[in-house]
């Protein structure tokens, strides 16, 4: 995305190693990646919460694809092999800013799912099976990215061209409900950085208070990259069962399976 300003500011642009981005990118994109294998090849996991979370981790995997991409682009671009203002260079600018975007939004709507999913298992849990079905999980699944790809576009339109069972069972939806709450903490504080910018940029750009606003872009960036990179060593830590299966994943094989 680009934020070099055309007004003048005695805020100088704070400026974050480009080997940063790239090591936070990679590792992040690794994280995600996986936890959406995990779901995808243990049939345990077939359940709402953990596809919600898998979507959650996809979109996480998007945003941090997109952001080592683009990084890789301004390596290039200041070693002389890609024009900073070509055509083609400002198309896929624009890609990338409507994946970030549709990474965004994706990610408050999969939070959002999840929460709905906790609230049913802790005040319905008699009737969740029936409720949370899985031909409804894919349903909303199919809602979610298809609102995620038409808000993408319409963000960047916005944007100017620059008992002991039952206690066991209420246990689990406790610990799923503080698992939610800590990935919604960790997601506030990682994107409320760059929802503001997005705001800045449309309604005040010739301000000199949000140049000085705009000049920690790319602090805002190192905390969007933070929250992909964050996200799955939650997941790991609050679920045996994706520990289990992230363990079976990392240090089995056909032939040497686990015991």
Known sequence: MNTTSVFQTDCPEVKVPVPLFLTMGLVSLGENFLVVLAVIRN?????????????????????????????????????????????????????MDSLLCMSFVGSISSFLAIAVDRYITIFHALRYHNIMTMQRTRAVLGVIWTMCGVSAVLMIAALPTSGVGKCRWRCCS??????????????????????????????????????????????????????????????????????????????????????
């Not at 200041?78 to 198309?91: H, P």
């Open 43 to 95: 049939r345990d996991l077939h359940s709402p919460m953990y596809c919600f979370i898998c979507s959650l981790a996809a979109f996480n995997t998007i945003a941090s694809l997109t952001k080592t991409w683009e990084t890789l682009m301004i390596v290039l671009a200041d070693v002389g092999q890609l024009e900073k203002r070509g055509s083609s260079e400002t198309k896929l600018d624009d890609v």
């Open 174 to 259: 406790m610990r799923g409900a503080l698992t939610l709450t800590i990935l919604f903490g960790t997601f506030i504080v990682c994107w409320a950085p760059f929802f503001v910018h997005l705001i800045i940029i449309m309604v005040c750009p010739a301000n000199p208070y949000c140049e000085c606003y705009r000049s920690l872009f790319q602090l805002h960036m190192v905390l969007l990259m933070s929250h992909a990179l964050i996200d799955p060593g939650i997941y790991a830590f609050r679920s045996a069962e994706l520990r289990q299966t992230f363990r079976k994943m990392l240090l089995c094989s056909t032939w040497k399976p686990c015991s």
